[in-house]
Nanobody, 123 residues
Framework: QVQLVESGGGLVQAGGSLRLSCAAS????????MGWYRQAPGKQRELVAG???????NYADSVKGRFTISRDNAKNTVYLQMNSLKPEDTAVYHCNVQGHYYYRGELTAFNSWGQGTQVTVSS
C-alpha cells in the first residue's frame, strides 16, 4: 500500500502561517488526486482543499483566499500553505491521495490517508 507521511503542523497564533507537507512513498503515477482534510473535536471530517493531476484546485469556502494547495509530482508531495490562520482552523489535518501505483509489476489502485498532523491556532 502507498504510505503517506505528513509534517508541518504545530501551534501558532491567530494571523500566523503554517505549511503542511505530505509525501507519498512507492511508484505512484502522477495522474492522481491529492487533498487535505481536517477534523475538529466533535465535528465531521471535511475537505479543506484538493488538487488534480492537471493542477485544478478546489477549496472549502472557509479557507478560500487564505490557504493554497500545491503539488510536486517529482517528489510525490502535496503541500498546504495556510495563511491568516484563525482559531476555527484548529483541527487534525489529514492528507489523502488517490490514484494508481505499481505493486509487484501490476498497476494497482489505491486510496491512502496520512496519520494526521495537529494544527492549533490560539487567539
Amino acid at each position: 500500500q502507498v504510505q503517506l507521511v505528513e509534517s508541518g503542523g504545530g501551534l501558532v497564533q491567530a494571523g500566523g502561517s503554517l505549511r503542511l507537507s505530505c509525501a507519498a512513498s512507492g511508484r505512484i503515477l502522477s495522474n492522481n488526486y491529492m487533498g487535505w482534510y481536517r477534523q475538529a473535536p466533535g465535528k465531521q471530517r471535511e475537505l479543506v482543499a484538493g488538487i488534480s493531476s492537471g493542477d485544478s484546485t478546489n477549496y472549502a469556502d472557509s479557507v478560500k483566499g487564505r490557504f493554497t494547495i500545491s503539488r510536486d509530482n517529482a517528489k510525490n508531495t502535496v503541500y498546504l500553505q495556510m495563511n491568516s490562520l484563525k482559531p476555527e482552523d484548529t483541527a487534525v489535518y489529514h492528507c489523502n491521495v488517490q490514484g494508481h501505483y505499481y505493486y509487484r509489476g501490476e498497476l494497482t489502485a489505491f486510496n491512502s490517508w496520512g496519520q494526521g498532523t495537529q494544527v492549533t491556532v490560539s487567539s
